[in-house]
């Protein structure tokens, strides 16, 4: 099982960028998908998660109205919108996959925002 994140970069504030996540080796569709992310020296915090069907989304306050995460079970990918971009939202980013069983974590991506 693989999670393979792409999309990070360096982007001048004001900026966006788009994160993706492809899965392999297992099928996603009936998972919860998310993105976390973690600057050097703190913990990993959640950024955006998915349900399963789409139906429920959830948002970090410090996100909220800038990014949208979006999956597509049919592609086994997970997305990330990141929109008006801040330099505090400077980390890696980790897509994540979990059921009640199992949690996956993706190999992570590094986004940089400057001022």
């Known amino acids: 099982v693989q999670l393979q994140a792409s999309g990070g970069g360096l982007v001048q504030a004001g900026g966006s960028l788009r994160l993706s996540c492809a899965a392999s080796?297992?099928?996603?569709?009936?998972?919860?998908l998310g993105w976390f992310r973690q600057v050097r020296g703190a913990e990993r915090e959640v950024v955006a998660a998915?349900?399963?069907?789409?139906?429920?989304?959830y948002y970090a306050d410090s996100v909220k109205g800038r990014f949208t995460i979006s999956r597509d079970n049919a592609k086994n990918t997970v997305d990330l919108q990141m929109n008006s971009l801040k330099p505090q939202d400077t980390a890696v980013y980790y897509c994540?996959?979990?059921?009640?069983?199992?949690?996956?974590w993706g190999q992570g991506t590094l986004v940089t925002v400057s001022s």
């Open positions: 080796g297992r099928t996603f569709s009936s998972y919860g």
């Open positions: 994540n996959a979990r059921s009640v069983s199992y949690n996956y």
């Open positions: 998915i349900s399963w069907s789409a139906e429920r989304t």
